[in-house]
């Protein structure tokens, strides 16, 4: 069974950057898909990026797409989302969540979830 370990959050001012990592234990993840999903208080758990396990192709919600990068490094068993221009709404706690064989949008189609690692961003 593949488990998950989010790192890399942090506090960091509007327009900065950050890169999260999320690192899985286990031969077969290279067989997953790897989305990653945020919650802020209040709210519900939303998509943010994705990368399939063959072919490496990526997803992204409108809400980042052109500032953050979703990549993945089967070698090391890790999976990054690299997050530019950061804005205070992108504050939240961030998730990375593995499943086979599609990496998808949705996150209850995900049963592997990381523990979390949280991003604030400062105005």
């Known amino acids: 069974q593949v488990q998950l370990v989010e790192s890399g959050g942090g506090l960091v001012q509007a327009g900065g950057s950050l890169r999260l990592s999320c690192a899985a234990s286990?031969?077969?993840?290279?067989?997953?898909?790897v989305g990653w999903f945020r919650q802020a208080p209040g709210k519900e758990r939303e998509f943010v990026a994705a990368?399939?396990?063959?072919?490496?192709?990526?997803y992204y919600s409108d809400s980042v797409k052109g500032r953050f990068t979703v990549s993945r490094d089967n070698a090391k068993n890790t999976v990054y989302l690299e997050m530019n221009n950061l804005k205070p709404e992108d504050s939240a706690g961030y998730y990375c969540?593995?499943?086979?064989?599609?990496?998808?949008?949705?996150?209850?189609?995900?049963?592997?979830w990381g523990q979390g690692t949280q991003v604030t961003v400062s105005s």
């Open positions: 969540a593995a499943r086979r064989p599609l990496a998808t949008t949705d996150p209850d189609e995900y049963s592997i």
């Open positions: 286990g031969r077969t993840f290279s067989s997953y898909g």
């Open positions: 990368v399939s396990a063959v072919g490496g192709s990526t």
